[in-house]
């Protein structure tokens, strides 16, 4: 039942207001309210509803749906109605005047007699039963009620069975249904949908099969009534001339109306009808937005007084007018016609309240297509003297009308209804009636600030009393704080704690986390304290259901957790994500490890030098700790000798291990107890051996034997020796691995390394750092020599990590395929054609860098804050495909640094990154970037055809075959970075390195 609200309805008002004389009313001017406390203020943009059926689409729904259950009718169904007729008490309760502040009552609820109860298929007693032509059988029922113009009946204990459908329509074309299972609401108890007609038809379609499945009772019918004419005079020539009747002659018809700020209401705003028995009542109410663009929640404002619960049952008919300026009705319950059906059933309160007599809730379906939803402001209103309001409302249960009022300050208040709480206004041109309670009220700006309340006055039975009379809405401002969370939707708030073990026992502290919205490509720095963080993202700006979050958590030295989440649909309902985060990685990358190039004349043979040079200048000295080094390493040419002459094998041009071992160990820092530093030569048949021994030693802290000084480093990078020769040293200079490397564990996974390639940068190409995952790193470059020495067929390395007893077993862990079905099709296409669209090239290198991206986002961005930082500049250029003579083809995508983004470090237009992806499935395989952007490839495409052209020249052969050629990029057995052009032509095949030198291959 309504509650009983105090002063609020015409009765209770004059019972105050005559009671007194006008010097004793309390005239607002320093009335204090909520919405008086300071705050920011909110609104939202109107936007148009994109879900739903439109008008046309329902009325032709409905025409189908109707002819098909005529079509069906049992004959003989409409002879024998059951007859539901009112009493005079149920006439003088609807003739009742209406009471301004109470919702309109239109309509009673009355009992079936004899109503229908089917019990596992049986009890069908009324109605008709006949065979359809499939097979299957329909039973109908008639009722009808005398004087109604709309009728709806109440379903009780419904149950069908899956292949049974219930269906209500009246004789003249009005139809609904079907329903089905338990009903709309799952508890086997609903209304039917209003059919504009004194009589429905209730028809069953079911299997005689499923009959005993069958259970429903017809119990009640809601008997929707004409309003008796009630006016005097002018008010029975209003309604000769404006066909919905009833009407007072100062409302203005909304199709009277264009241009005004209340434009936007007319698609808003919707009459209501509802049932809470007895009696059958109607309301208006309008759509609301809300801040979060990514969704369409059907937010629907209208007064408490109407009602402030759930009510399945309520129907709603939006841009419910007449079909011109003061044309026909649309069919009026009240008075007449045949109207559309209802657009939804079923609302769901959100929030309400007594002071502002609001209730907020959300249609249980979709608002029509192309409805409005309205815009709002809540900033307060009630105290802006002259401010001007609009309205639209479904006056009378019949079609939109139109006002307009400007807020006064200076009328009587009365009792229980504070200013502040509410807004007074004045009535400029227009007005309401009973049902326009709940409509929203606009500002100029076409934005709702609060929705009607009802007269306050001296003669609240004269809508048209404009002196005696004003209008009450209540004000937005003053509730604001409970529809806040639907409206403008909070944050969602994500938590948690951070420990280094899945037992949660201990705690990481300090902690840092950010959290990146993939699908947005922002990052945001979550708040920590101890081991817990907590970061508010705004929904709808900043994350939406279905967006994927990456959580980064670092303790600051070598432990790493990344996290992809997926955000559902129930934690944005629910504004929280609590999420644990495990830091179950072990990370290791020694940014600030020297890197120089290999010098030449042969820069291969420079390779050792140049590794013995980094590290020897990286642990030898902080400048800032200890300023006065012993020495310093510049001179490659010295270090290169030292190598040569104590090489194991004379004669060798390369630095061999004996030679390396020598280099870095005899220039250590000493004293040995001193420093703690120290180096071995290791070697095995097995990989995975020396990869235990590397990883184990860079994750080592110097100085747990013989003790460290400050200013020099604690850990210290493995060497070794590439491509399975002496002639491309490497330094092995960060790991990632799946826990700490040191001591080893009994299973220990590996996923990469970083490494310094001094092959120099300055051929023009890649390689001052580089990230290369296990499978690479075994692959292509850690590979068992091919010397001819003692170490021929092994691994080698220089390291001093602790013995173990090699019973530790190790994992690859390999990087996951990134070629998606559709993407391997397009690439494929590519490749098999001589020359292929355009388009169908363009798609193709979209897929490549996607590949790219998402592989180094998702395993070296979070490890490599530098390189992030660099990446984050760059765009990514043409990608370029590239044949390995080893069978494995990849492609090669550069990332050039944006113009937007250049600094004094960088030089726009040239390449910062390259990143390697298989050719075949699109899984990381590396990437490699240098400080200073450099031009990639040195010798480019055309620079490689002039080229050739000098060459063949020079052969004797006729360059225009070139123009037949074919031209590639090969990698043969230096860095894939650096690869060959093939270019093979009739009688001819050259190969073109990147520093310019040419290989005629035949």
């Not at 807004?423 to 609060?450: A, C, F, K």
Request: proline content about 7%; charged content about 20%; aromatic content about 10%.
């Amino acid at each position: 039942m309504m509650k009983n609200r105090q002063l609020k309805s015409t009765e209770g008002i004059l019972a105050c207001l005559l009671t007194v004389t006008a010097a004793a009313l309390l005239v607002a001017v320093s009335t204090t309210s909520a919405q008086d406390v300071a705050r920011p203020v909110k609104r939202a943009a109107a936007e148009v509803a994109v879900g739903g059926m439109t008008l046309e689409e329902r009325l032709a729904w409905q025409k189908d749906l109707h002819a098909q259950l005529i079509a069906e009718m049992p004959e003989g169904a409409l002879d024998d109605p059951t007859n539901v007729e009112l009493t005079q008490q149920d006439r003088d309760d609807l003739a009742e005047p209406y009471m301004s502040g109470t919702p309109l009552r239109i309509g009673v609820v009355k009992t079936i007699s004899p109503g229908v109860e089917v019990v596992n298929g049986k009890g069908f007693q009324r109605g008709v039963i006949q065979e359809t032509k499939d097979g299957g059988f329909v039973w109908a029922m008639t009722v009808t009620s005398p004087e109604a113009k709309a009728i709806r009946v109440h379903f009780t204990n419904f149950s069908l069975p899956p292949n049974a459908e219930m269906f209500f329509c009246s004789p003249s074309g009005a139809a609904d249904g079907p329903y089905v299972g338990v009903g709309r609401n799952g508890n086997g108890d609903f209304w039917t949908r209003s059919i504009a007609s004194d009589t429905g038809v209730i028809q069953l379609r079911y299997k005689e099969a499923d009959r005993v499945k069958i259970s429903f009772a017809v119990s009640d019918l809601g008997h929707i009534h004409a309003r008796p004419a009630s006016r005097e005079a002018e008010g029975a020539a209003a309604a000769d001339t404006w066909p919905c009747a009833d009407n007072a002659p100062c409302l203005i018809d909304a199709n009277c109306t264009s241009g005004t700020p209340a434009d936007p209401a007319k698609d808003a705003v919707a009459k209501m009808e509802w049932i809470i028995m007895p009696y059958i009542y109607t309301c208006t109410g309008g759509l609301l937005a809300d801040t979060d663009p990514g969704t369409q929640i059907p937010y629907f404002l209208t007064a408490n007084h109407c009602f402030d619960a759930s009510i399945s049952n309520l129907e709603t008919w939006f841009n419910y007018t007449t079909d011109s300026c003061n044309g026909e009705c649309p069919g009026s319950l009240v008075h007449g016609g045949t109207i559309p059906p209802s657009d939804t059933v079923g609302i769901t309160v959100v929030a309400t309240g007594t002071v502002g007599d609001y209730t907020l809730a959300t249609l249980d379906e979709d608002p029509p297509a192309g409805a409005t939803f309205l815009g709002w402001n809540n900033s307060p209103v009630a105290f802006s003297n002259g401010t001007p309001l609009y309205r639209i409302s479904n006056a009378n249960f019949g079609p939109q009308v139109y006002a307009d009022y400007e807020v006064d300050t200076t009328t009587p208040i009365c009792g229980g209804i504070p200013r502040g709480d509410w807004i007074y206004s004045t009535n400029i041109q227009g007005s309401t009636m009973g049902g326009s309670s709940g409509s929203p009220v606009l500002n100029r700006d076409s934005e709702v600030v609060g929705q009607l309340t009802g007269c306050c006055g001296y003669n609240c039975a004269d809508d048209c009393d404009f002196v005696n009379n004003w209008t009450i809405d209540g004000a937005m401002a003053s509730y604001w704080s409970a529809v806040e969370p639907f409206l403008a939707p909070p944050t969602l708030t994500l938590t948690g704690s951070c420990f280094y073990d899945p037992g949660m026992t201990q705690p990481v502290d300090p902690v840092t986390v950010e959290v990146t919205n993939l699908d947005t490509g922002t990052t945001f720095q979550a708040s920590t304290a101890v081991n817990q963080y907590t970061l508010d993202l705004g929904i709808g700006t900043d994350v939406n259901a279905g967006d994927t979050l990456r959580y980064i958590a670092k303790d600051g030295t070598n432990f790493i957790n990344v996290t992809d989440h997926l955000v559902t649909q129930g934690e944005i309902d629910a504004r929280s994500i609590y999420l644990d985060l495990v830091l179950d990685e072990f990370y290791l990358d020694l940014t600030d490890f020297p890197m120089y190039e290999a010098e030449g004349p042969d820069y291969n043979e420079y390779t050792g030098p140049a590794i013995a040079q980094m590290t020897l200048n990286y642990m030898y000295w902080d400048a800032d700790e200890d300023p006065t080094p012993p020495m310093t390493f510049d001179d490659q040419g010295a270090l290169y000798t030292y190598g040569i002459d104590h090489n194991a094998t004379p004669g060798l041009d390369y630095l061999d291990l004996v030679g390396m071992w020598h280099t870095i160990q005899d220039y250590r820092p000493l004293p040995y107890s001193q420093y703690g530093y120290n180096f071995s030569k290791r070697h095995d048949t097995d990989s995975s051996q020396i990869i235990k021994q590397i990883a184990q030693w860079i994750a080592y802290e110097i100085g747990t034997y013989g003790g460290h000084e400050e200013g020099h480093p604690l850990h210290v990078p493995g060497v070794i020796a590439a491509y399975g020769d002496y002639s491309n040293w490497m330094a092995v200079r960060g790991i990632h691995t799946s826990e700490d490397a040191y001591p080893l564990p009994p299973e220990l996974d590996v996923y990469g390394f970083w490494v310094n390639d001094p092959f120099p940068a300055s051929l023009g190409g890649i390689g001052e750092n580089s990230y290369k995952t296990i499978a690479e790193f075994l692959a292509t470059y850690y590979l068992p020599l091919t010397t001819g020495d003692a170490y021929d067929g092994e691994y080698v390395a220089i390291c001093e990590p602790p013995e173990t007893d090699g019973t530790e077993e190790l994992f690859y862990v390999a990087s996951p395929a990134r070629f998606t079905v559709e993407a391997k099709e397009v690439i494929d296409a590519v490749r098999n054609q001589d020359s292929p669209p355009d388009e169908l090239v363009e798609e193709a290198n979209s897929w490549i860098v996607k590949a790219a991206v998402d592989g180094v986002s998702e395993q070296l961005i979070p490890y490599d804050d530098a390189f992030a930082r660099r990446f984050a500049r760059t765009v990514p250029g043409t990608p370029l495909f590239v044949t390995s003579s080893a069978g494995a083809d990849y492609y090669a995508v550069p990332f050039d640094v944006a113009v937007a983004a250049v600094s004094s470090d960088l030089t726009s237009g040239g390449t910062a990154v390259v990143v390697l992806v298989d050719a075949e499935d699109g899984r990381f395989k590396e990437a490699s970037w240098v400080k200073r952007p450099v031009a990639y490839l040195p010798v480019s495409k055309a620079e490689a055809l002039e080229i050739a052209r000098e060459v063949l020249e020079k052969l004797g052969i006729d360059p225009a075959y070139l123009e037949k050629a074919v031209v590639e990029l090969v990698h043969l057995e230096s860095t894939p970075y650096y690869p060959h052009w093939r270019i093979t032509g009739k009688d001819f095949g050259l190969l073109i390195a990147q520093n310019g030198t040419v290989t005629v291959t035949k």
